[in-house]
């Protein structure tokens, strides 16, 4: 259970109340369709209600909060299927729009901890393991476009989905579950070192057929996944 943390006067109110209800939605500590109550985060916060308020409209913006009648602010529900098709193609157009960037821009240090965190996915028996270093692959493959809003937009799009975002230990299962075949996760690896392969070479067309193949295949497993998660 989070630990809301009262705000330092000295620092910038809105923006630190914003990031702990974010982290709690996320978390999972404030559940789907729970009210949002100004006066109640403002004494957990020690603040008045406007800097609450206006931290809850930063995270409407962002969909994780939405209004509903008679009940004011809530957090955002569970997604539905058709969500979470349309957040996997918003995701899959965002890291191939970064291809030439990423070519670009990433270093001989970076392709390097890449091939390590392959390395690391390759002991099946150590799930957690697994998990770290795919983390650890894919926040390197974004973090090298030096694209700022793009990499805040990805950050976004995987903290609106429950399949994408897996602080939550729930969807953190739902996640292994996607990826709980032996053979899945043979092919997601394979994918991987072709991803680092076509990085090697500084190949954007490489890289954007691999990344294409790739992407469709984690949209197509999730989605069969939520349906059964239904």
């Given amino acids: 259970m989070t630990a809301f943390t009262p705000v330092d006067p000295a620092n910038p109110q809105r923006e630190t109340i914003y990031t702990q209800l974010k982290n709690a939605i996320i978390n999972g500590d404030i559940a789907p369709d729970e009210r949002i109550v100004e006066t109640k ?19 409407e913006r962002e969909g994780l909060v939405v209004y509903e009648p008679r009940k004011g602010a809530v957090a955002r529900p569970r997604l539905t299927r058709a969500e979470v098709d349309e957040v996997y193609t918003i995701r899959s157009a965002l890291q ?47 973090q ?43 092919r997601a690896l394979a994918e991987h070192e072709e991803i680092v392969a076509s990085l090697r070479a500084r190949d954007a067309d490489r890289l954007r057929r691999v990344l294409t193949a790739h992407t469709a295949n984690v949209h197509e497993a999730a989605l069969q996944r939520y349906g059964k998660e239904d």
Avoid: W
């Fill in 41 to 59: 985060y403002a004494d957990i916060f020690r603040v008045s209600r406007t800097p609450v308020r206006e931290a809850i409209r930063m995270l």
């Fill in 96 to 142: 191939l729009l970064s291809v030439d960037a990423v070519v670009r821009n990433i270093t001989d240090a970076q392709l390097d901890a890449m091939e390590a965190d392959n390395r690391g996915c390759a002991d099946k028996h150590d799930v957690g393991a697994y998990f770290r270093h795919l983390d650890e692959f894919n926040g390197l493959l974004t």
């Fill in 144 to 186: 090298s476009s030096n694209m700022p809003l793009l990499i805040k937009l990805l950050d976004q799009i995987e903290s609106y989905s429950a399949t994408t975002s897996f602080q939550n230990p729930e969807h953190a299962r739902f996640r292994e579950s996607v990826l709980s075949d032996d053979e899945r996760r043979r």
